[in-house]
């Protein structure tokens, strides 16, 4: 019945092998017009199978391309010409100019916004290129970057009758019903579907919201843009109602896509650039396109990648709150202590536990200001969000050159000793870990944050900040070049000055007290622990974005352990496993003795000053031990009473 209703309408009106070139009058063409409209108002359906679809889609395409040729033919140039749910515009600039000249290349539909619900094009006008909100459609064609009139026809459609994809759904609205209620509806049945099909992978279902726009330009040039403003029908909302969260994390939402039709698959598919304002997504969707075909706003609701569920939420709060507190205690231990902090190895941990403990708080406070359904105080693409985006950009890469810097300061004092002596090394490491990631950040957000304009209207492609956080967007360009790529240099780096520091420690071959060795050697490995445990965590969150729902909640949980927990283990690497500094705070405490060793005091004041002299560039241990000899010998020859003997403390850390 379908391919006779569409067949009959193509023999009868608009046959496409006829070459009569003879002006269609505007009441011929308005009938034809009529004939199409009842068509598509009919809410033809076909058959789910692969054959039939196929088949439907090249009939209705030849109806779409006749309705063009229908448009060319008419004698009425750059005048809409109408139906209820069809119309058409044939534009000859050579004619006179469609557009005023303050905005050239520009053809803008309006239609009155009391009806635009009932989609009836026989009010249809057309308009400037400011955008009102009575208009449904505006056209920009450019060459290049400056905008053009160019030669071209538009057909207008209100269904999607003409275009069948059986993947496409009807929008079940009452009359009185609210563009709200009806997305919030959408977003249930979708969850109630995900639910009874758990397992079956992402659903998705997707519904045409906006008049139907075919474009064909006559020989567009080279460098030709199309840019078209496209009124929805249905207000999705911002993130309080197109966004949905359930309890186990598992996140469904509604948004817009600019599409185009493909005759041949018998499918819409995404195509263009689609730019709106997804804090106000009622003031349009700019589709920013390089090609001419059917075009349409789709509105999708689908399942996205799941964010936190409540469990995982509250763990995250739990171990950044612990790891944040830990931080405190550790710069604590480290800053009360004169002696301990007046080390440069101790200067530098300082520095990166400070960077560190501010990123991680501001990560913390993040949903005190800031949540999924930009309900917070701190609104989502704001430039409030944006400037918190970039201090948490730049305070974790601000963490990551403070371990670059630790490299190279146990390069320097191991492996270039007698040539490691720094003027005012402080001041150039500071200037060097805060001053070099600077300008990452802001390279990120004014290189990839876009503005685009059609006609009036100006919506901001936000390339640098993620849609549902202030931070960078997940796999995007500058994630990968401003964030990851930054992360595993410094690791690539650090692996380069720990393996030459490590090579140093095998060949060397000391003779006597290693204990030097074996404090740097502790002192490498807790900087590569503390280095790997900073990188993994970020590179795991890649991971995240893999397709498998599964996969991707088991690596929100290894990416929340090991981001959660790096303040506890500086402490752990830092504090615990730094012998000089854990026995200083357990022995002054009372946790721990010092230590007592029996030595001679030689009752020849001149023999004693000459051994002190003797020894004095020496270590104790070497000290107490040859001095424990001598007064063996010395017994074993004499036959004499020991020399008198005192106990003196030895403190192991202060060579």
Known sequence: WYQRRVRGISADAMNEDEADETPIERKVAESILNSVSNLVQSNLRIANDEETRRSASKISNRIVNQIVNVAKKTSSKNEIIKSSNVAVLDVKKSLGPTTTPESPG?????????????????????????????????????????????????????????????????????????????????????????????????????????????????????????????????????????LRTGSDGKRVQVSYECARYDPAAARWKKSCQTVYNTAKPSEGVLCLCSHNTSFAVLMFAQEIDPGYGEGQTYLTYVLLGSSVLIL??????LLSNKELRSTRPVKINICLSIALLLASSMFLLQDSFINAQDTGVIKLKSTGCAIYGMIQHYLWLTVFVWMVIEGVQMYLSLVQV???????????????????PLPLPFIGYFVFTKNHTVGSVTATDHGYLADTMCFIRPESIPFYTLFLTPILLVILINLVFFGLVAKVIKDSNPTG????????????????????????????????????????????????????????????????????????????????????????????????????????????NEVIQETAIRLEETSQVNSQPAEEIQEFTVEEDRI
Request: hydrophobic share 40%; net charge positive.
């Open 106 to 242: 520009t053809i803008a539909f309006t239609l009155p916004r009391q009806g635009q619900s009932k989609k009836n094009l026989q009010n249809c006008e057309m308009g400037s290129g400011d955008i009102t909100d009575d208009t449904i459609l505006l056209i920009e064609t450019k060459k290049g970057t400056e905008k053009e009139d160019m030669n071209m026809t538009v057909v207008l459609i209100t269904d999607p009758t003409l275009m069948p994809d059986t993947q496409i759904s009807a929008v079940k609205k009452e009359v009185a019903e609210a563009d709200k209620e009806t997305v919030t509806k959408i977003l249930k049945d979708l969850e109630k579907s995900r639910e009874s099909n758990a397992g079956s992978g992402k659903l998705k279902k997707t519904f045409v919201t906006s008049f139907i726009t075919e474009v064909k330009m006559e020989t567009p040039p080279a460098d030709f843009r199309l840019n078209l403003f496209m009124k929805p029908s249905i207000d999705i909302g911002d993130y309080s109602t197109s």
């Open 513 to 620: 007290n290693i204990s030097g060795h074996e404090k740097l050697l502790r002192q490498l490995k807790a900087a590569a622990g503390v280095m790997t445990l900073l990188g993994t965590g970020w590179i795991f969150g890649i991971f995240m974005y893999l397709p498998n729902p599964d996969f991707q909640i088991g690596m929100q949980y290894v990416f929340i352990l090991l981001n959660s927990t790096q303040g506890i283990f500086v402490f752990l690497f830092y504090i615990v496993l730094k012998e000089e500094i854990r026995t200083h705070w357990l022995t002054k405490l009372g946790l721990k003795k010092t230590k007592t060793t029996a030595a001679v005091v030689s009752t020849n004041p001149a023999a004693a000053s000459g051994s002190a002299a003797a020894t004095a560039s020496r270590s104790a």
């Open 328 to 333: 405190l205690l550790t710069l604590g231990l």
């Open 418 to 436: 007698f040539d490691s002596h720094i003027s005012k090394y402080m001041l150039k490491f500071n200037l060097a870990a805060w001053g070099i």
